[in-house]
């Protein structure tokens, strides 16, 4: 899937608002699948500008599993939740459904990244 700028999705979800044209053709035109223009749009709409302003948070898994508890409790799908919360890709939260579902609370635990941390090895010494 291709990467798609702050500004360029801006740029179609003003051309959606000003109603020249419909979210299809844009869509088309830009090589999204419709319903994700649509959550731009949504974002747009919530957070303004600042929904794509591009960023790296590390979710606490309360706040993931409160995001979870209100998409069962309101009925919102995946990507009508992730706009709502902001969160930039609706795939994120699938992972964490999946996860949830999968493998429980402990799952949402965030997990450190990287390789291990080298231990410190004790010299082994010979006895002769």
């Known amino acids: 899937m291709a990467r798609f700028s702050s500004e360029e999705k801006i740029q179609a979800v003003r051309q959606y608002i000003d109603g020249n ?13 419709p319903s994700l223009l649509h ?8 957070f303004g ?6 960023r790296y948070t590390p979710y606490p898994a309360q706040f993931k599993l409160d995001v979870l508890n209100y998409m069962n409790e309101h009925g919102t799908s995946i990507r009508e939740t992730a706009a709502i919360f902001n969160i930039p890709s609706y ?12 493998e429980g609370f402990d799952a949402l635990q965030s997990k450190k990244k ?14 002769t």
């Open 21 to 33: 044209e419909g979210g299809q053709t844009i869509a088309k035109s830009i090589g999204v699948h």
């Open 39 to 46: 959550q731009w749009i949504k974002q747009f709409a919530l």
């Open 49 to 54: 500008e600042d929904a794509f302003e591009k």
């Open 91 to 102: 795939e994120t939260l699938r992972k964490w459904k999946v996860a949830y579902e999968t």
């Open 114 to 127: 990287g390789r291990p941390s080298m231990k410190n090895k004790n010299n082994k010494t010979s006895n």
